[in-house]
């Protein structure tokens, strides 16, 4: 669920800004050739609801380094096309989702765009089946 989420996003990004700007999730130790992204989970969270009911937030911080050190403009471009194509996601099994609290920082000339992914989910419970019941219906005098 929240790789699917996270394969959504790459998903979107690389319909947005094509093949020539790749999209990484894991760590990169070496070989970061900009212009690229890198997409990192904050940290998810599950709120109760009622009944089985749970939301579960995924927020990310979808990273850009972009070709040209301290090209602000650049960076602020790059971020107005992020609100439009994480809006709406689509995950490997044909879900969308909708990125809310999108918000966007420059720092240390990397541009930083947060969203985050709510969705609900409803516990699987097995109830214990009724066991039997037998009533004894006897007219009554009265």
Not at 36 to 60: H, N
Not at 95 to 100: A, I, L, P, S, T
């Amino acid at each position: 669920m929240t790789n699917g989420i996270i394969w959504g996003v790459a998903g979107a990004l690389v319909r947005e800004f094509g093949q020539e700007c790749p999209v990484y999730q894991n760590e990169v130790t070496q070989g970061l050739e900009p212009p690229c992204f890198l997409i990192e989970l904050l940290a998810p969270s599950r709120k109760p609801y009622l009944g089985t009911r749970q939301r579960y937030d995924v927020p990310l911080d979808v990273l850009y380094f972009g070709v040209q050190e301290g090209d602000r403009a650049a960076l602020i471009d790059v971020a107005d096309r992020l609100f439009a194509a994480l809006t709406f996601i689509e995950t490997p099994d044909g879900d969308r989702h909708r990125g809310m609290q999108m918000r966007f920082e420059i720092q240390d000339g990397i541009l930083h765009f947060f969203v985050t992914y709510s969705l609900f989910l409803r516990q699987q419970t097995t109830l214990p089946y009724m066991e039997d019941l037998t009533t004894d219906v006897t007219p009554q005098k009265g």
